[in-house]
């Protein structure tokens, strides 16, 4: 079973708002990861860590941002809400014992922007 | 570009039928994994394997990873109301430490 953990899980907001979505994980992974998931598309990854004070931007184009300043906490924040931010954001982690690639998903934070 | 292929996108059945979903790529994967996400959660891992023509077992599931590792199937026998889910096909290309690259999906429903 894994431990990550994924703080709001339904946040509907307004247009202009500055939100932080909150993801940890007990498990001491190096690695995380944060993807948004669309109704049948494919999961996009739009930013990833190895590592404290390591983050990379993923293949989507976001306009948010992230921070890795602990091992457990990668939070992803949006300094300015848009209806277009409207989608489930899922925060991942892997170890380095991790075989072959596997992630560990949180439950995802559904967003939605009004 | 849709770098892996999954079909069928729907899949409607009766409680005890047979189904088999795929995955195709035209690249080589290093390993590939399925996983199983229900609404409003995230995907939980179900299996990986790593090695071409490899096949594995989870109870009624199996799994199975092209000779060329290029594709992989998940067979489900007599289909339970419970394995309703969407399954997602994930590969790592290269070197195990790169990162998954996952297909859209297969939505399954099973009615009893």
């Known amino acids: 079973e894994a431990d990550i953990y994924q703080t709001p899980r339904y946040l509907v907001i307004g247009t202009g708002k500055k939100i932080t979505l909150e993801c940890s994980q007990t498990m001491g992974h190096d690695k995380m990861y944060w993807y948004q998931q669309d109704p049948g598309m494919e999961l996009h990854l739009i930013h990833y860590s190895y590592g404290v004070n390591s983050t990379e931007k993923g293949d989507l184009s976001s306009e948010s941002t992230v921070s890795r300043i602990r091992t457990e906490h990668f939070p992803l924040t949006l300094e300015s809400a848009r209806p277009s931010h409207t989608s489930q954001y899922l925060c991942?982690?892997?170890?380095?014992?991790?075989?072959?690639?596997?992630?560990?998903f949180g439950p995802g934070t559904r967003l939605t922007v009004t | 570009t849709q770098l892996l292929e999954q079909s069928p996108q729907f899949l409607s059945i009766q409680e005890g039928e047979n189904l088999t979903v795929y995955c195709n790529s035209s690249?080589?994967?290093?390993?590939l994994q399925w996983y199983r996400q229900e609404p409003g959660e995230g995907p939980v891992l179900l299996v990986t394997v790593v090695t071409g023509g490899e096949v594995k077992k989870l109870k009624r599931l199996t799994f199975q990873f092209g000779d060329a590792r290029k594709d992989s199937s998940l067979h489900i026998t007599a289909a339970q109301p419970g394995d309703t889910g969407l399954y997602l096909c994930?590969?790592?290309?290269?070197?195990?430490?790169?990162?998954?690259?996952f297909g859209r999906g297969t939505q399954l429903t099973v009615w009893p």
């Open positions: 994930a590969g790592v290309r290269g070197s195990t430490l790169g990162r998954l690259y």
């Open positions: 991942a982690s892997r170890g380095v014992s991790g075989r072959a690639g596997e992630q560990y």
């Open positions: 690249s080589v994967f290093s390993s």
